[in-house]
């Protein structure tokens, strides 16, 4: 990876817009690209400004609160800006699947009274990154750089200090930690933990074998009220053709009106007065014109008949009123009549003609009473006579059978059939009582079957999630275990390899060559101890302060080059706590050789002219920063690469 340009606008000391290009020498023989300026000029905030726009929020740590890094971001707006706005912008390229990418991640932000909006855009390609929600940026630049990595490689003074002084080795075991990405591991074994505590099976889980016992029993309790209500629907079945039996012999023996002499008696007047009403309302039926609608076809030409009989009638009127009209005309003196002699013959030649084709037979009635008459016959004369014809003959027959029972009556052989009757009755009533009981019950258990069933359903399930979640559980337990076997045996060959490095590091730069033989790194709490080369343990109080910034120094370069990684180094005065010789060393050796692109920031004071030309040959770009004369901002230079500063 390598950081091609830093744009700042408005950040911190940086007024208005200011960037650096960074980009080293394409031959690889220039990775230095030096910044110096004085204190308070602004080197560190360019450290911020890359942190800042690689992290965002993570860059002040991983449980920073909102609010505060709004408030940081307010801080950080230049004082003077007019906007009341900033913005950081950082070019990089790095190599993905053989081929160079570039990319382009700006951070900007304006305030809104004690509030900040915040706005970030990541380009890659020169084109805007669309194959991801604009809420995962930050996890995307996290897995290209993770920022608990980015402390081996971008780093200050102060951390130089820490790692120096010894005081507490919880930092260095931090960085080695997330270098090796054992904090990961630590991560996923305390998710395993918290899995397996969570999917231990309940020991009070649902007992099967009781479900299937209680089923069991259920289910032959159930064959038994099964049989005993298929016994009871024989007994019903047979109490019916009991029934059935006595009903007919109780019916031939006269059935109930059997049982009452008198009252069988009463019964046949009854129905003999019905008769007789039945047949005085047909005889009058008989006397209306209803008779003759027995014979339809002769009734139609009946009706004919007295129609065209009217026609005949009818013209001897005419013929008698034409006779009186022609009277009254002779009668009347007019030199022109309106109705003459041959008006009369063409009128009684016409209705001679009509007469011609009349039927020669007579009629004892007027034709037009006889059609009346007819008319008179309609279908509701025609459904009153059958209806009470259907109610004579079932009168009848009723009469006909009541006589014959009267004939025969005998009331003791109706009382015994009774009886029979009677007992098969009783016996369908209590088999149809207990079958209904039976059902009842047989409903019932059915019920509770079918609860069980599920109820050994859903403990079959429990039984197998708890034996799922058992053999998880072990799974679980397993993986916790194989992740401790290797994080011991990745932290135990990568302590190897630091220690190597180290070694070879400090070696290189401490005056004192080949002062140590060994390093030994304790894999629990990272404390180091040094060995000479007489295999004795060097502690380090023994070295001087420049030494363990040598140290320090040493162990910082030693894990980035176990970390396998290819990051810029970006180190901010790392001389100011070196004497002479150190530093001598520290620039001829370290700098050029730490990685391909080493930004340094250092002071006037740092950064002598001795050293200055012992890095120059690596040069690739140089710039000034600070306050100017007369400005209230950090102000930007760039200088010619070979260009080497006086010593002041």
């Known amino acids: 990876m390598i950081l091609e340009k830093l744009a700042l606008t408005n950040f911190g000391l ?3 817009d200011n960037q650096f290009d960074l980009a080293p020498g394409r031959n690889g023989d220039k990775p230095v690209i030096l910044v110096r300026g004085h204190n308070g000029g602004g080197k560190t905030t360019f450290l911020e400004a890359v942190r800042l726009a690689l992290y965002g929020k993570r860059a002040l740590g991983v449980r920073v609160a909102r609010s505060d890094y709004e408030a940081y971001l307010l801080r950080r707006i230049y004082a003077l800006a007019p906007e009341r706005s900033a913005s950081v912008r950082l070019e990089f390229s790095r190599a993905e699947e053989g081929r160079l990418v570039q990319y382009c991640v700006t951070r900007s932000w304006a305030a809104r009274g004690a509030s900040v909006i915040e706005s970030m855009e990541l380009l890659r390609g020169g084109e805007l990154v669309d194959d991801m929600p604009s809420e995962d940026w930050d996890h995307y630049l996290e897995d290209m750089i993770p920022s608990g990595i980015s402390q081996l490689f971008f780093f200050d003074g102060e951390k130089i200090q820490d790692i120096a002084d010894g005081a507490s080795t919880d930092g260095l075991r931090d960085a080695v930690r997330s270098l090796l990405g054992l904090d990961l591991i630590d991560q996923l074994r305390s998710d395993l933990a918290l899995y397996t505590a969570r999917r231990n099976p309940s020991a009070t889980g649902p007992d099967v074998a009781a479900i299937e016992r209680d089923l069991r029993e259920a289910r032959e309790e159930l064959a038994i009220l099964e049989e005993n209500a298929a016994q009871d629907r024989a007994n019903r079945d047979r109490a019916e053709r009991r029934i059935l039996k006595a009903q007919r012999a109780f019916d031939a023996e006269g059935g109930t009106v059997a049982l009452d002499r008198s009252g069988l008696k009463q019964t046949i007047k009854e129905v003999e007065k019905r008769i007789d009403w039945l047949r005085g309302d047909l005889r009058r039926l008989a006397e209306s014109p209803l008779p003759l609608g027995l014979a339809p076809k002769l009734l139609l030409r009946l009706a004919e008949r007295a129609a065209a009989g009217g026609a005949g009638i009818n013209k001897d009127a005419i013929v008698a009123f034409l006779d009186a009209f022609e009277t009254m005309q002779a009668g009347k003196a007019s030199k022109r009549p309106s109705w003459t002699k041959g008006h009369f013959d063409a009128l009684r030649q016409y209705l001679d003609k009509e007469e011609e084709g009349l039927p020669e037979s007579e009629l004892d009635a007027d034709p037009v009473w006889i059609i009346s008459r007819i008319e008179c016959i309609d279908d509701d004369l025609r459904a009153q006579a059958a209806k009470l014809a259907g109610e004579l003959d079932t009168a009848l027959k009723r009469q006909s059978r009541l006589k014959k029972q009267l004939r025969n009556f005998d009331e003791s052989a109706a009382n015994e059939t009774l009886e029979v009757l009677r007992a098969a009755e009783y016996d369908r009533g209590r088999a149809e009582a207990q079958l209904a009981e039976r059902e009842k019950a047989t409903a019932t258990l059915r019920n509770r079957i079918g609860q069980l069933e599920k109820e050994r359903s859903r403990a079959i399930d429990v039984e197998f999630d708890a034996t799922l979640a058992s053999h998880k559980v072990d799974l679980g337990e397993r993986a916790r275990a194989a992740l401790a076997a290797y994080e011991k045996r990745v932290l135990g060959r990568r ?16 005056r004192k060559k080949r002062l140590l033989e ?17 295999g004795v343990e060097i502690p380090k109080e023994a070295l001087s302060a420049g030494e363990r910034q040598i140290f320090a120094i040493s162990m910082l370069w030693a894990l980035g080059q176990t970390s396998g990684r290819d990051l ?10 070196l004497d002479r010789a150190h530093r001598r060393a520290l620039i001829k050796d370290y700098v050029p050789n730490a990685s391909r692109q080493v930004i340094l920031l250092c002071t006037d004071s740092e950064l002598t002219s001795d050293l200055d030309k012992l890095v120059s040959p690596y040069v690739a770009r140089r ?3 600070g306050v100017g004369q007369g400005n209230r901002w950090t102000e930007v230079v760039e200088q010619a690469p070979e260009a080497a500063y006086a010593h002041q």
Do not use: K, W
């Not at 810029?568 to 706590?577: E, K």
């Open 14 to 16: 940086y007024g208005g």
């Open 495 to 510: 302590i190897e390899q630091l220690s190597t490095h180290f070694v070879d590091c400090f070696n290189g730069l401490i």
């Open 518 to 534: 060994n390093v030994t790194v304790d894999p629990h709490t990272f404390e180091i101890a040094l060995v000479g080369e007489d």
């Open 568 to 577: 810029p180094m970006i180190i901010d005065t790392p001389l100011s706590r």
């Open 623 to 625: 710039y000034e920063i």
